[in-house]
């Protein structure tokens, strides 16, 4: 609108003609008739319609789900047997420290301890994997 409104000011007065303090209710009620076009126009219209590329539709299927797995699969692969069984006892299993502990004959420090440091060595498993960033 504001190029409209100079080009219809530049088309309609010169310097040698008209003072430029006379321009300035011109140009207001110039200015104040394209937006009210503008906006009459645009409610008549039918609104305008995305281009089908610039769509994103969710599609209902296990995709995300099944690499999300697979990558976690490879990331737990790249433990030690140590590690990937005490993943698994805790957060697969969902285990607490007290009965990890127990089923693995050892002492609820020590599962805190390994927990920890198989979690460590899962993310830089993830981090090789391409998923998380360093």
Not at 34 to 54: F, G, K, M, Q, Y
Request: hydrophobic share 40%; glycine share 2%.
């Amino acid at each position: 609108m504001l190029q409209e409104a100079t080009a219809r000011a530049w088309k309609h007065f010169t310097t040698d003609d008209h003072d430029l303090i006379a321009i300035r209710p011109w140009l207001f009620t110039v200015v104040r008739n394209l937006v009210i076009d503008h906006h009459r126009a645009r409610s008549i219209r039918p609104p305008e319609a995305c281009a089908t590329d610039c769509i994103n539709l969710p599609v209902h299927d296990a995709v995300d789900r099944v690499l999300t797995s697979q990558t976690v699969l490879e990331a737990l692969d790249r433990l030690t047997t140590q590690q990937r069984r005490i993943i698994v006892l805790t957060y697969h299993r969902g285990y607490s420290v007290q009965q990890a502990a127990e089923h693995l004959h050892i002492r609820p420090g020590t599962v805190k301890f390994r927990t920890h440091y198989a979690l460590r060595a899962l993310e830089e498993g993830l981090r090789a994997c391409g998923v998380l960033h360093p």
